[in-house]
């Protein structure tokens, strides 16, 4: 019996995270969009991420990896990073 594992959602996408970076999105559609933690800072009993590098990416294996990326930002804050990236991923999967 195959086993489903369950993922964090953000606005009803899954996140996954490894190392620094975190996925957000389904590899099954077209795009996802990729957050790179570039830097993080200690507060109290906690760990915030400083700089994040913002790519909004298509899943086509096909293309060259230089060429998947459609749009690259940077912000600071992983909320700012994600809203971005998930207002991207909005519009470029209406888009088609």
């Known amino acids: 019996m195959a086993e489903t594992q369950e993922f964090l959602q953000y606005k009803g996408k899954p996140l ?16 996802v969009v990729c957050l790179g933690i570039k830097n993080s800072e200690e507060l109290k009993d906690i760990t915030l991420a ?8 298509s899943t086509d294996e096909s293309l060259n990896p ?22 991207w991923l909005e519009r470029q999967l209406k888009k088609g």
């Open 16 to 31: 996954v995270r490894s190392g620094n970076t975190i996925y957000y999105g389904d590899m099954n559609d077209p795009y």
């Open 66 to 87: 230089m060429d998947r990326i459609i749009k690259k930002s940077e912000k600071n804050g992983l909320f700012n990073a994600l809203d971005l990236g998930a207002a």
């Open 50 to 57: 400083g700089d994040v590098t913002i790519q909004l990416l």
